[in-house]
C-alpha cells in the first residue's frame, strides 16, 4: 500500500493552488485543520467506512463541522472530491502537506530550539533575528527546555541540525580522546 503522505501530497498541492489563485490560504488552513481534527475523533472515523453512511453525507458532515458558513464552494466540492475518492481519513496528513505549502509560498520557517536553560525574551529575539538572516525567511521559533545537553543549545529546521550543545561538544572531545 501507498504510504499516506504520497497519497495526500496531489490533494494538498490541488488545495494549495485552488487557495492560491483564491488568495484565500488562511481560510482554507483552517478548514482542513479543523477537518483533519474531526476526522482524527474515534465517532468521525467510525463513520468513514460504515456502509449506513454516505460519502457526500460524511463530507456534509465535515463541511460543517469544519468551515460553517465560511466555507465556500471549492471547500464543499474539494471534500466531495475527498470523500468520492474515500479519502477523507487522509485529511491531517494533506493538512500538514497544505500548511507546508503555504510557510513555503510566504517565506515562513519553523525553528526548534532545544537548550539547557530556559531562555530569555531576549535571547529568543537575538536568536530570531540572526536565523532570519541566516535564512533568509521569517522565523517562527518555538522553544524546549532540555537539562540533559548541560549547556548551549540544538537548534531544528527542517533538515538543518545546528548542534551547539556542551553535551556534543564533551562527546566529540571523548571521541577525539580515545581515537
Known amino acids: ?28 488552513s483552517s478548514l482542513l485543520s479543523a477537518a483533519a481534527l474531526a476526522v482524527s475523533d474515534e465517532r468521525i472515523k467510525s463513520l468513514i467506512g460504515s456502509p449506513r453512511i454516505t460519502g457526500e453525507q460524511l463530507a456534509g458532515l465535515l463541511c460543517d463541522v469544519a468551515g460553517g458558513a465560511s466555507l465556500d464552494d471549492n ?57 532570519e538572516q541566516r535564512f533568509g525567511r521569517r522565523v517562527r521559533l518555538q522553544t524546549a527546555v532540555d537539562a540533559s545537553l548541560l549547556g548551549g543549545a540544538v537548534v531544528r529546521a527542517g533538515d538543518l541540525v545546528i548542534d551547539g550543545s556542551l553535551q556534543s561538544r564533551l562527546a566529540r572531545l571523548a571521541y577525539e580522546l580515545t581515537a
Do not use: C, H
Request: aromatic fraction near 8%.
Open 1 to 28: 500500500m501507498a504510504d499516506r503522505l504520497t497519497i495526500a501530497r496531489p490533494y494538498a498541492k490541488a488545495a494549495f493552488a485552488t487557495a492560491s489563485r483564491g488568495a484565500t490560504l488562511p481560510a482554507w
Open 75 to 131: 471547500g464543499r466540492r474539494f471534500m466531495s472530491l475527498l470523500a468520492e475518492n474515500k479519502r477523507l481519513a487522509y485529511l491531517p496528513e494533506i493538512a500538514r502537506v497544505f500548511d507546508a505549502l503555504k510557510d513555503e509560498a510566504e517565506g515562513v520557517v519553523d525553528v526548534t530550539v532545544t537548550s539547557a536553560a530556559t531562555m530569555a525574551e531576549a535571547e529568543q529575539a537575538k536568536l530570531v533575528a540572526a536565523l
